[in-house]
């Protein structure tokens, strides 16, 4: 292990006491920013590089299970339970959130109206790409790769492969065939 990262363990070990949990073999990289410590959990062996921001809002959780991977500059808000699932691999750039804010008063400004809360969740063992953006109301199934700068929204079954603007999928693993079949729209 390089020996930044042993700073980074270190500093995830020390951590343990404002935050919701850190689990054993974690490590969080310089700079990062959070409110709502006690409202995250990290699981066993989650490693988040520098750069990231984590928020919670009221009563909001961000679970982040064992064995994940976040790269630089990752942007988490959650006001409900946001669950990012095992095994899940997270490049530089990506954001993820459960709230959206209101827009209904067009004479109010849009942060001072209030937020909806919809659920978000990641399935385990996902690959999210660099720059993806992770809407509110989004569930991934298990084993989702989301390309590069795709804008999610919506429920996507397990085993698919999902990009572009929105995002919609174009390849779905066919388990009988044991490959990936191309969807056609």
Known sequence: MQLYKVFW?????TCR????RVGNFSYLGRPISVVGRKNIYLGNKVRIYPGSR???????KIIIKDDCSIAQNFHCTAGGVLVIGRHTTILGNVYITDIRHEYQNIGMHIMEQP?????????????IGFGAAIQPGTILGKQC?????????????????????PAK???KYDLD???WIKVEH
């Open 9 to 13: 363990a270190l500093r995830a070990f």
């Open 17 to 20: 006491a404002t935050y919701g």
């Open 54 to 60: 984590m928020e919670t809002l009221g009563e909001g």
């Open 115 to 127: 937020i909806k809360i919809q659920k978000t969740e990641i399935g385990e063992n996902c690959f």
């Open 145 to 165: 790769i989301v390309g590069a700068h795709s804008l999610v929204t919506g429920e996507f079954p397990d085993y698919c492969v999902i990009v572009g603007c």
């Open 169 to 171: 999928i174009i390849k």
């Open 177 to 179: 065939l044991e490959k």
